[in-house]
């Protein structure tokens, strides 16, 4: 039986988006390097802050947890910005990855409005 935040649409696409980022990040090397790291460490706290989150009792805890796992996606967007004007990304690795993080980004503002 899954744990309850596998069952959540939102967990799955940061799964989805943070297998993409390791994917990527074997191309980011040199003067890439630390933005390498900052995305991989991002894009895995959606996902981690997300199944923790959804594992609180606590309502306010619960949207305490929503709200980091929406900043670490805000934090992918915004890297994704800087390696995509540094020629790092082309230019639909980086639609892709920003589609992706808007649907995230989307779904955990409504999760924490309630």
Do not use: W
């Amino acid at each position: 039986m899954p744990f309850d935040h596998e069952r959540l649409d939102v967990y799955r696409l940061a799964v989805e988006y943070a297998a993409r980022v390791f994917t990527l990040a074997g191309s980011l090397n040199g003067l890439h390097r630390a933005a390498r790291d900052q995305i991989l460490r991002a894009s895995q706290s959606i996902a981690l802050n997300i199944a923790e989150g959804n594992g609180k009792r606590s309502m306010l805890d619960r949207q305490r947890f929503f709200e980091i796992a929406r900043g670490s996606a805000l934090e992918c967007a915004a890297t994704q910005d800087i390696l995509f004007a540094c020629g790092a990304l082309s230019a639909e690795e980086y639609r892709d990855g920003q589609e992706l993080l808007e649907r995230i980004v989307c779904m955990l503002s409504r999760m924490t409005e309630k």
